[in-house]
């Protein structure tokens, strides 16, 4: 069923030979770009028009009613309740801790330097309805937000036939247990630009102000729509498929590798789903798990696509060192360690959007209730990016605070510096301040 790549006694850089799903951004921009425009200068009836063509909806009005949004709570499914409530508690558990403070630090006697971390003031949080909903990603959205200090947080989702038009109930239900009460039923690409550039509605109540950063994952057209207002606003970054990345050896349950590659499998066909291992013994249990346990997923045609994919695949290598310069290659959005000494490879591991470790720690908990966020870097850009947190809605401001004793020291410093890059003009604006 996977793609077998032998790495075995390999010295080249893995990067140009692990399975990775092909996908041109750039060919959407331009497939995407007339309906942003659009959106950008005709408002609610390019939205409208999107909505219908994309989704199947007509839209009466671009914000969800405060009474639909109460009424999915009320009748949402107890057991579903208690599990985003938990999920809820754990995660302000974690990104409370990673809330900064600011500091001063005192350069000089009379000149200090204080970085304030000032909150964005408006953020809006996409959450996508394709081939499945998701109010855990309200929450992994939320929560990070209204840690951080954002005083205005509005949700865009995808509007449901099924729900009358409304986005899923579920994850309404799961706004309104966050306290969020602007919610927009608009997906795709017309949100993200309905969110970047504020839009009309059917009357003024109706009306979505511009956001100045967007965050959450979504399909390819969200992703492109982002690209496109980069620059308009802050994103958190381009989400591509989602992607699990195993690093095991024969110690490894071939049921939980399994069942772990099958877990990111079902969220789409493009999903990546990689083993790395010194164990070909392992590799072919797995395979075999993997014959027992598709037959058994409720989405199995979609799994059968995604690890028959040529982004899904078997690595084999000649030992974990080599294997650990393998992921460090592939940069997984989700990486697990099932080895020996499981939490000593981990702490090796340079570049992952997040580490899950042992036997007892799989992706699926991540999802939903570790406390971490699951909006991750995909695409290998855990190579040079993080995960959603507080700190992304953030902004580190310098406060410079020099008296006049603390100038007349560095002044000719700052002279000397304005002189050699010719420009005077700086150097002047300080010694303009103390005449001879």
């Known amino acids: 069923m996977l793609n077998r790549i032998d790495l075995r006694g390999s010295r080249r850089d893995p990067r140009g030979l692990l399975p990775r799903a092909q996908l041109d951004v750039s060919v959407a921009v331009e497939q995407i770009r007339p309906v942003v ?11 409208r028009e999107a909505t219908e063509r994309f989704d199947g909806v007509v839209l009466e009005r671009l914000r969800v009613p405060a009474a639909a949004i109460t009424a999915a709570a009320e009748q949402l499914d107890p057991d579903v309740r208690a599990a985003l409530l938990v999920v809820i508690e754990r995660a302000r558990k974690v990104h409370g801790d990673q809330r900064r403070t600011d500091v001063t630090t005192q350069v000089v006697p009379g000149g200090s330097v204080t ?14 309805g394709g081939l499945a909903v998701y109010p855990s990603t309200v929450v992994m959205n939320v929560v990070p937000a209204q840690v951080a200090g954002v005083e205005s947080l509005v949700v865009a989702s995808p509007p449901q036939p099924e729900n009358g038009g409304l986005p899923d109930a579920r994850v309404l239900a799961a706004c309104a247990l966050l306290g969020v009460e602007e919610v927009y039923g608009v997906g795709g690409a017309q949100a993200i630009a309905m969110l970047g550039y504020g839009s009309d509605g059917a009357d003024g109540s109706d009306r979505c102000e511009p956001v100045d950063v967007i965050t959450g994952p979504g399909n390819i057209w969200v992703t492109a729509a982002k690209r496109l207002l980069q620059g308009t606003v802050g994103i958190d970054a381009e989400a591509g498929p989602t992607e699990i990345a195993i690093l095991a050896d024969e110690t490894a349950s071939p049921g939980h590798v399994a069942a772990d590659l099958i877990s990111q499998a079902e969220h789409d066909p493009l999903a990546a789903s990689v083993l790395v291992t010194d164990s070909p013994e392992l590799a072919e249990a797995v395979e075999a798990q993997l014959a027992v346990q598709v037959t058994a997923t409720k989405h199995e045609a979609r799994v059968r696509e995604a690890l028959g994919g040529r982004q899904s695949g078997i690595v084999l290598v000649d030992d974990l060192e080599q294997g650990l310069r393998v992921v460090d290659a592939y940069a997984a959005e989700h990486l697990e360690i099932q080895t020996r000494d499981a939490r000593a490879w981990a702490m090796r591991v340079r570049n992952a959007g997040a580490i899950f470790v042992g036997a007892y720690s799989p992706v699926s908990l991540g999802d939903y209730a570790a406390g971490s966020n699951h909006v991750l870097p995909t695409a290998g850009c855990a190579r040079h990016s993080s995960g959603l947190s507080v700190q992304s809605f953030l902004r580190g401001i310098h406060v410079i605070e020099y008296d006049e004793a603390a100038l007349r020291d560095v002044a000719p410093h700052v002279v000397a510096l304005a002189n050699a890059e010719d420009l005077p003009a700086h150097g002047q604006a300080v010694t303009a301040r103390f005449p001879s």
């Open 37 to 47: 425009v659009a959106v950008r200068e005709h408002g609610f009836s390019a939205i």
């Open 115 to 128: 970085e304030r971390h000032v909150p964005v003031s408006r953020v809006g949080l996409y959450v996508p």
